[in-house]
């Protein structure tokens, strides 16, 4: 028997975690949300996951593109968290932002801690979101330190929001 979906969702305000921008490309299409459903999967091979809604536009771009960058945003990058959770921007979200193009073709957000770039390796509809599994062929890193998502809020590391 399922639990009500309140109970659910207090359930999961306790889990910690990173923000990252999860970006992609179609063709001349290029897209990107915010995504905290993001784990590493293996490192040999180096295997990542992030859980997208269908209903994102999101979605609809890595289905055709078949490709994906991870960006892990840095504890500046509140603004660029909530600029790509927005859906009155999101038809100009990348153009608020510098970014440039990685090999697979998605777009590296600048100032991202680190962008993982990925090529899918699987797909696997749970619910009402999808579950990437990318293959890993690109990494780029700093040492800045993350923005965290905790509670329904913003945090970093010795200060909360
Ligand atoms: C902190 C945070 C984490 C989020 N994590 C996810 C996620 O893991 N998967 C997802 O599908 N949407 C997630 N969202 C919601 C999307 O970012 C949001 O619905 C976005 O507007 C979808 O954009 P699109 O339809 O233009 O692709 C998250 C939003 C926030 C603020």
Redesign the pocket.
Known sequence: MPIDSAAFKEALRGWASG?TVVTSRAGKRV????????SSVSAEPPLVL????R?????GVIEDGGVFAVNILAEHQQDV??L????EL?DS?LERVGWTEGKTGAPLIDEALASLECRVASAHHEGS?TIYIGQVEAVHTTDATPLL?YDGGYRSFGCDD
Do not use: P
Not at 31 to 38: L, Q
Not at 84 to 87: D, N
């Open positions: 923000v897209h990107g949300m915010t995504v905290s459903a993001f992030v859980c997208a809604n209903a994102s536009l999101t979605h968290s909530q790509f959770a927005s859906s999101e979200r979101h998502y």
